[in-house]
Nanobody, 127 residues
Framework: QVRLVESGGGLVQAGESLKLSCAGPGGTFRNYAMGWFRQAPGKERRSVAAISRNGKSTYYDDSVKGRFTISRDNAENAVYLQMNNLKPEDTAVYYC????????????????????WGQGTQVTVSS
């Protein structure tokens, strides 16, 4: 079983920034495509950003383009989500997810394609 642990959520005001971190499995982290999803109350879980195994391919949902940046450090077994200029509509529980893949440039956008999930971290943005 692969364990993912998110951290960095919190309560901020609109326009402020947060950086989420997700610690992944040691030793094999580089074998996983990673993604960040979010789920607001009463809404379905939605992809926010994704990154390939080698970190050279990324994807962003249109709602966060230009404000969020996904990155990874395979030496530290971690993936990050830098969130700038936060808006109240960004309020949600944020989850990181991992998908084992042999393809270094593969981006995984669909939740059902991910094998492993973290427990989530709450992000609340007040207006």
């Amino acid at each position: 079983q692969v364990r993912l642990v998110e951290s960095g959520g919190g309560l901020v005001q609109a326009g402020e920034s947060l950086k989420l971190s997700c610690a992944g499995p040691g030793g094999t982290f580089r074998n996983y495509a990673m993604g960040w999803f979010r789920q607001a109350p009463g809404k379905e879980r939605r992809s926010v950003a994704a990154i390939s195994r080698n970190g050279k391919s990324t994807y962003y949902d249109d709602s966060v383009k230009g404000r969020f940046t996904i990155s990874r450090d395979n030496a530290e077994n971690a993936v990050y989500l830098q969130m700038n200029n936060l808006k109240p509509e960004d309020t949600a529980v944020y989850y990181c997810a991992a998908d084992p893949t042999p393809f270094e440039y593969r981006i995984v956008r669909i939740a059902s394609d991910y094998d492993y999930w973290g427990q989530g971290t709450q992000v609340t943005v007040s207006s």
